[in-house]
């Protein structure tokens, strides 16, 4: 281990990048699923969002997973690892493009979009002097 942090293209790590907050919404990192993957754990956020509850002075982070509605404890957000070599960031921020509407607001956000049907129909100027 050379001490780097990896990530994916256009991750933003929580605690290297952008402090943690409490109600920042969340993914596990490339980093944190590797790490877990490694040691035979699996994803607890079951690739989803999930939402800091508490931020830690240990350097970690509380989530609460929107997927799984459990909140696990302890995720790193500049932790360092056994040994001391490097830190670890186990959490990524996520844009508010990054999240889809789930299937009932599709519809309702579509409706709303629509504007066709909520555009009052005025006359032109030249349908008004063809009158």
């Given at each position: 281990d050379?001490?780097?942090?990896?990530?994916?293209?256009?991750?933003?790590?929580?605690g290297k990048h952008?402090?943690?907050?409490?109600?920042?919404?969340v993914?596990?990192?490339?980093?944190?699923?590797?790490r877990?993957?490694?040691?035979g754990?699996?994803?607890?956020s079951?690739?989803?969002?999930?939402?800091?509850?508490?931020?830690?002075?240990?350097?970690?982070?509380?989530?609460?997973?929107?997927?799984?509605?459990?909140?696990?404890?302890?995720?790193?957000?500049?932790?360092?690892?056994?040994?001391?070599?490097?830190?670890?960031f186990?959490?990524?921020?996520?844009?508010s493009?990054?999240?889809?509407?789930?299937?009932?607001?599709?519809?309702?956000q579509?409706?709303?979009?629509?504007?066709?049907?909520?555009r009052?129909?005025?006359?032109?100027?030249?349908?008004?002097?063809?009158?």
């Amino acid at each position: 281990d050379l001490g780097l942090v990896i990530r994916a293209p256009g991750e933003k790590l929580i605690g290297k990048h952008v402090r943690p907050y409490v109600g920042q919404a969340v993914r596990m990192s490339q980093q944190g699923l590797d790490r877990r993957r490694d040691v035979g754990r699996s994803d607890p956020s079951r690739g989803g969002v999930g939402t800091i509850v508490r931020v830690n002075a240990n350097w970690t982070c509380d989530v609460k997973w929107h997927l799984t509605n459990q909140t696990r404890e302890g995720y790193a957000a500049g932790s360092v690892s056994t040994g001391g070599k490097t830190r670890a960031f186990h959490l990524a921020t996520i844009s508010s493009d990054d999240i889809l509407p789930s299937k009932g607001d599709s519809e309702n956000q579509f409706q709303a979009l629509n504007l066709e049907s909520q555009r009052v129909k005025y006359p032109l100027p030249a349908e008004i002097s063809r009158r």
